[in-house]
């Protein structure tokens, strides 16, 4: 916007002018940079929940899946994309409405994040603002600082490519200390799902086996009943200002590691591993202008990754893929299976559409009940079996995209 006035005032009679309007800009700009709440301002409001970013920027536009998931079946968190720059982590439950795990703030993102920093500001302006990093990790280039209410990461060398911000709460000892007294009378594991002060970010488990995480307060608890040990409270580094008698609570392990820490390096270890196989097992279009990766997983099923050439940026991420054929080199029809939340009674639907990678748009052509099946594409018009049916849809593709006839 400085640009903008600044163009705007070569017009002018001469410098003085263009200064007066330059400082009057700059005036205004600050004291609506001062009056605005930031995003981070308004979610910690809502407890920094899924429920409160949706009020506040509608439905994200793309939902990712943690390459995490690929090796154990099920991830914890899920991401979900805002096209404006954000990158969201979510955990995968729905106790405390789908709690934010981080918020990731990428180098397209325009406007304040928080203590007047934004994309535009350096590494070097962090660390004169918050001083040496509580973290660092120089393979990656990332530090990382410990402020009250939030941990921040910051990626980059001199520029920040992103930043990385976790929402924590401190750690309740004097509400966990209760917790264990009254499971200590009564030997009820149940207190530890029903009468707690807190609320968990996740909770996990099977047959008698439950994991209760508490990460963004620092602590988890693991409960496997019929063991000798039935409960484990796992409580990571920062409880030192508390005076705790471990002997009285047996129950109580300390790791020394800061699992904020290590959470944000689990997560760019996903985007190491998406990076990597689609360097190694990414398939390119005809032509070689998009790169697209195959994955599958038990939990989430067949889908597909879409890339630039190189593989370093990300395009889309389309899921329940049945089918897919490229039409030409920057357009991907595909089906995808739509299935209900109650498969008894839902219907289960089959969608056609196409994917412009150029664009990054997306054009729903049809659906069906009876599974679909591609037979030709290249001339003009898309051609299919859907159970008994035969259908030809016509559709063109021009400077403004997918348009169908």
Same mark, same amino acid.
């Given at each position: 916007?400085?640009?903008?006035?600044?163009?705007?005032?070569?017009?002018?009679?001469?410098?003085?002018?263009?200064?007066?309007?330059?400082?009057?800009? @700059?005036?205004?700009?600050?004291?609506?940079?001062?009056?605005?709440?930031?995003?981070?301002?308004?979610?910690?409001?809502?407890? &920094?929940?899924?429920?409160?970013?949706?009020?506040?920027?509608?439905?994200?536009?793309? &939902?990712?899946?943690?390459?995490?998931?690929?090796?154990?079946?099920?991830?914890?968190?899920?991401?979900?994309?805002?096209?404006?720059? $954000?990158?969201?982590?979510?955990?995968?439950?729905?106790?405390?409405?789908? @709690?934010?795990?981080?918020?990731?703030?990428?180098?397209?993102?325009?406007?304040?994040?928080?203590?007047?920093?934004?994309?535009?500001?350096?590494?070097?302006?962090?660390?004169?603002?918050?001083?040496?990093?509580?973290?660092?990790?120089?393979?990656?280039?990332?530090?990382?600082?410990?402020? #009250?209410?939030?941990?921040?990461? %910051?990626?980059?060398?001199?520029?920040?490519?992103?930043?990385?911000?976790?929402?924590?709460?401190?750690?309740?000892?004097?509400?966990?200390?209760?917790?264990?007294?009254?499971?200590?009378?009564?030997?009820?594991?149940?207190?530890?799902?029903?009468?707690?002060?807190?609320?968990?970010?996740?909770?996990?488990?099977?047959?008698?086996?439950?994991?209760?995480?508490?990460?963004?307060?620092?602590?988890?608890?693991?409960?496997?009943?019929?063991?000798?040990?039935?409960?484990?409270?796992? $409580?990571?580094?920062?409880?030192? %200002?508390?005076?705790?008698?471990?002997?009285?609570? !047996?129950?109580?392990?300390?790791?020394?590691?800061? !699992?904020?820490?290590?959470?944000?390096?689990?997560?760019?270890?996903?985007?190491?591993?998406?990076?990597?196989?689609?360097?190694?097992?990414?398939?390119?279009?005809?032509?070689?202008?998009?790169?697209?990766?195959?994955?599958?997983? $038990?939990?989430?099923?067949?889908?597909?990754?879409?890339?630039?050439?190189?593989? #370093?940026? &990300?395009?889309?991420?389309?899921?329940?893929?049945?089918?897919?054929?490229?039409?030409?080199?920057?357009?991907?029809?595909?089906?995808?299976?739509?299935?209900?939340?109650?498969?008894?009674?839902?219907?289960?639907?089959?969608?056609?559409?196409?994917?412009?990678?150029?664009?990054?748009?997306?054009?729903?052509?049809?659906? #069906?009940?009876?599974?679909?099946?591609?037979?030709?594409?290249?001339?003009?018009?898309?051609?299919?079996?859907?159970?008994?049916?035969?259908?030809?849809?016509?559709?063109?593709?021009?400077?403004?995209?997918?348009? $169908?006839?």
């Amino acid at each position: 916007m400085l640009i903008v006035v600044l163009m705007s005032c070569t017009a002018c009679s001469g410098r003085e002018h263009s200064g007066l309007q330059q400082e009057t800009y @700059r005036k205004d700009h600050h004291q609506m940079q001062q009056q605005e709440e930031t995003l981070i301002e308004q979610l910690a409001k809502g407890d &920094f929940t899924r429920k409160s970013l949706i009020h506040l920027l509608g439905e994200s536009d793309d &939902f990712l899946i943690r390459a995490s998931e690929l090796q154990l079946g099920a991830s914890k968190q899920h991401d979900e994309v805002y096209l404006i720059g $954000l990158l969201v982590s979510y955990s995968n439950d729905s106790v405390d409405d789908n @709690r934010i795990v981080s918020i990731t703030f990428q180098n397209h993102y325009q406007g304040i994040i928080m203590d007047n920093i934004d994309m535009s500001t350096t590494i070097k302006q962090l660390e004169d603002r918050y001083g040496p990093p509580d973290f660092h990790d120089e393979t990656r280039h990332l530090i990382g600082y410990h402020l #009250k209410g939030y941990y921040i990461f %910051a990626r980059g060398i001199q520029a920040l490519d992103s930043l990385t911000i976790y929402p924590v709460t401190d750690f309740d000892w004097y509400g966990m200390k209760s917790v264990l007294d009254k499971y200590h009378e009564t030997e009820d594991v149940n207190i530890f799902f029903d009468d707690v002060p807190w609320a968990y970010d996740y909770m996990s488990g099977e047959s008698s086996y439950s994991h209760l995480s508490c990460l963004s307060q620092g602590f988890t608890i693991d409960i496997n009943e019929g063991k000798k040990e039935t409960v484990k409270v796992t $409580l990571y580094k920062g409880i030192e %200002a508390y005076d705790i008698d471990l002997t009285a609570y !047996p129950e109580i392990q300390v790791m020394e590691k800061d !699992p904020i820490f290590s959470q944000e390096i689990c997560r760019l270890v996903d985007e190491e591993v998406y990076q990597h196989r689609v360097k190694y097992e990414g398939h390119y279009s005809p032509y070689g202008k998009v790169k697209l990766l195959e994955l599958f997983s $038990l939990h989430s099923g067949n889908f597909i990754r879409l890339y630039s050439p190189d593989g #370093k940026v &990300f395009y889309k991420e389309l899921h329940d893929i049945c089918a897919y054929e490229w039409i030409g080199d920057e357009y991907l029809l595909y089906v995808r299976e739509e299935v209900p939340q109650d498969e008894m009674t839902g219907i289960r639907r089959y969608i056609m559409g196409i994917y412009d990678c150029h664009r990054q748009e997306n054009t729903n052509i049809d659906m #069906k009940e009876q599974p679909i099946e591609l037979i030709s594409w290249d001339d003009g018009y898309i051609k299919y079996t859907s159970g008994d049916d035969i259908g030809a849809i016509k559709y063109n593709l021009n400077e403004e995209g997918v348009s $169908l006839e």
